[in-house]
Nanobody
């Protein structure tokens, strides 16, 4: 079973930056696409960004140009650099190490970590 540990969240003012990290450990046979998701209070979990094994990326429209996803395959770690943060980015951020296209969207099929809270003040 793959265990995911997210870190790097915190409280930041609007316009600020944060860098999230997610390390995958455990019985890893193959890491597929990895992704970041977020869930704000009262809302469903939504995709933020995906990075595929070859390095291709996909982003939610709301974060394009502000967020950058990257990965270290040797360390089974995925990062999310978040710049120009807005109050609407406030959410718990989760990563997933088995992201696949389900016909409508990039969905996380693997286990989820505990998440890391990001709070952006106005």
């Amino acid at each position: 079973q793959v265990k995911l540990v997210e870190s790097g969240g915190g409280l930041v003012q609007a316009g600020g930056s944060l860098r999230l990290s997610c390390a995958a450990a455990g019985s890893i046979v193959r890491i597929n696409a990895m992704g970041w998701y977020r869930q704000a209070p009262g809302k469903q979990r939504e995709l933020v960004a995906v990075i595929h094994n070859g390095g291709n990326t996909n982003y939610a429209d709301s974060v394009k140009g502000r967020f950058t996803i990257s990965r270290d395959n040797a360390e089974n770690t995925v990062y999310l650099q978040m710049n120009s943060l807005k109050p609407e980015d406030t959410a718990v951020y989760y990563c997933n190490a088995d992201v696949r296209w389900d016909g409508r969207s990039w969905s996380g099929f693997g286990s989820w970590g505990q998440g890391t809270q990001v709070t952006v003040s106005s």
